[in-house]
């Protein structure tokens, strides 16, 4: 099957790490027979440099003919980071209606020292957050600073639909049927009427997931309960801002960053694949940046979700994620991931590991 796929790598250590998920692409490719056809192009800073804008049109129109889009991190840290984020990668999300964020947060056994938190807290966590991504305050108009007698304000609005609540309240309740049959709804109900809102269609749309248990609980013990008990949690859904924090937070259960992939999948279509955009969650690096310092493995991990949820080719998946675990087994380690005194894998040297247990695994 030939499927065709847009490679936005972005900046600082976007190229780096999504050059190894293509690498890990193409071992699957040379695995399988599938031939997945790379068109790529520049987004963010290094656009705007080239072309004086952070996203093209043309590569909207490229990525629009694409099965999936591949992505790296986009930023600008010494000059306007906040005009690449808002004309880069939110116009990616609203052009595509990627309205719901996966984010799976695994405690890979090999890892578990690497982590804050202690050991006996992250036997088996593997947990999901569903992240409203299209809504919410990142999305709300009005959205200015202005200056009056009082000195100067600022505003930012907080909307949602009720339309927006239940398409990615039925994402979660779905993944959950799929996995340990626990959904999450993590909101602010006691404080935002956007929350209460959120409750109450959950606890409405409940009586249709009867196999599925649902809890509700506020972000902020959300966020405590991450830390303490990990492992009590299944599927978690909750809006934009709340899931972007809690899984940084979650980064820290895994050990890295480095360690976290992520699918924003737009509306399913009838065979239950949807078109969407992959990428780890972390971002541009500028530190370490060009240095082959950077653990690819949340961008290989991307890449087997972006075989699962937008290409239809679970069993692909899931060998990647097996051979990300394998690796680990073996003791390969990037900079991030290595104790004193270990040696540290370059980016490459991570990715190249990777590529061949794709190969070798049984």
């Given at each position: 099957m030939q499927f065709d796929i847009m490679v936005l790598p972005g900046d600082g250590i976007g190229p780096e790490v999504v050059a190894e998920g293509v690498r890990v692409l193409q071992a699957v490719e040379k695995r399988f027979g599938h031939r997945f056809r790379l068109s790529e192009d520049l987004v963010g800073a290094v656009a705007l440099r080239r072309y004086g804008t952070p996203l093209r049109p043309e590569t909207l129109e490229q990525c629009r003919a694409s099965h999936a889009i591949l992505f790296g991190a986009v930023g600008d840290p010494g000059g306007d980071d906040a005009r690449i984020i808002r004309e880069a990668l939110f116009p990616l999300r609203k052009s595509f209606d990627l309205f719901a964020n996966l984010r799976p947060v695994k405690v890979y056994p090999a890892l578990a020292h690497t982590s804050?938190?202690?050991?006996?807290?992250?036997?088996?966590?593997?947990?999901?957050?569903?992240?409203?991504?299209?809504?919410?305050?990142?999305?709300?108009?009005?959205?200015?600073?202005?200056?009056?007698?009082?000195?100067?304000?600022?505003?930012?609005?907080?909307?949602?639909?009720?339309?927006?609540?239940?398409?990615?309240?039925?994402?979660?309740?779905?993944?959950?049927?799929?996995?340990?049959?626990?959904?999450?709804?993590?909101?602010?109900?006691?404080?935002?009427?956007?929350?209460?809102?959120?409750?109450?269609?959950?606890?409405?749309?409940?009586?249709?997931?009867?196999?599925?248990?649902?809890?509700?609980?506020?972000?902020?013990?959300?966020?405590?309960?991450?830390?303490?008990?990990?492992?009590?949690?299944?599927?978690?859904?909750?809006?934009?801002?709340?899931?972007d924090i809690l899984t940084d937070e979650a980064s820290v259960l895994a050990g890295s960053i480095g360690m976290l992939p992520s699918a924003s999948l737009g509306k399913p279509r009838r065979d239950g694949t949807a078109f969407g955009m992959y990428e780890p969650i972390h971002g541009t690096a500028p530190d370490i940046a060009g240095q082959s310092k950077a653990n690819p493995l949340a961008t290989i991990l991307s890449v087997g979700m972006m075989l699962r949820y937008s290409l239809g080719l679970p069993g692909e998946g899931d060998l990647v994620e097996r051979a990300v675990a394998s690796a680990l087994e073996q003791g390969h380690r990037t900079g991030d991931l290595a104790r004193p005194g270990e040696r540290a894998l370059t980016t490459g040297q991570m990715g190249e590991a990777v590529a061949r247990l794709v190969i070798e695994l049984h």
């Open positions: 804050p938190v202690r050991p006996e807290a992250l036997h088996n966590v593997d947990l999901v957050v569903v992240r409203e991504l299209t809504g919410g305050l990142y999305f709300g108009r009005p959205r200015r600073q202005w200056r009056s007698r009082q000195g100067r304000q600022a505003v930012d609005t907080l909307r949602y639909s009720e339309r927006e609540i239940e398409r990615i309240l039925r994402v979660g309740f779905r993944l959950a049927q799929q996995r340990r049959r626990k959904l999450t709804s993590v909101d602010k109900a006691n404080v935002l009427e956007s929350s209460r809102l959120w409750r109450q269609k959950a606890s409405e749309m409940a009586a249709d997931y009867h196999d599925v248990k649902l809890d509700h609980m506020y972000v902020d013990a959300c966020a405590m309960l991450l830390i303490r008990q990990p492992a009590s949690f299944d599927v978690i859904v909750t809006d934009n801002m709340f899931g």
